[in-house]
């Protein structure tokens, strides 16, 4: 099942700005491929999609106190939906 393997939309400023491109993002897990994200999209949501871009985001160093460590690298995709879809 691929449902527990997209684990929540992102939320920031720039994929806000990207929602009037018919742009959505979300965090994936890291071995979800295009095909399978696609498939999954159609399916659930009934949209057609137009293109899929994926990145995986390299870690961050975080410090707390004297303590220094990396942020998990993850997974982030953006699909483009064809004119008239939405997400809702």
């Known amino acids: ?15 806000y700005l990207l929602l009037t491109k018919n742009k959505y993002s979300f965090i994936v897990d890291r071995k979800l491929t295009k095909n399978e994200l696609k ?5 659930i949501f009934q949209v057609e999609v137009k293109k899929i871009n994926t990145l995986l985001m390299a870690p961050k160093r ?7 460590g990396k ?16 997400i809702k």
Do not use: A, H, N
């Open 1 to 15: 099942d691929i449902l527990p393997l997209i684990k929540y939309p992102l939320l920031t400023e720039k994929s």
């Open 62 to 68: 975080k410090r707390i106190g004297k303590f220094t």
């Open 39 to 43: 498939e999954f999209f159609t399916t």
């Open 71 to 86: 942020r998990p690298v993850y997974k982030k995709v953006i699909i483009t939906l064809k004119p008239g879809y939405e």
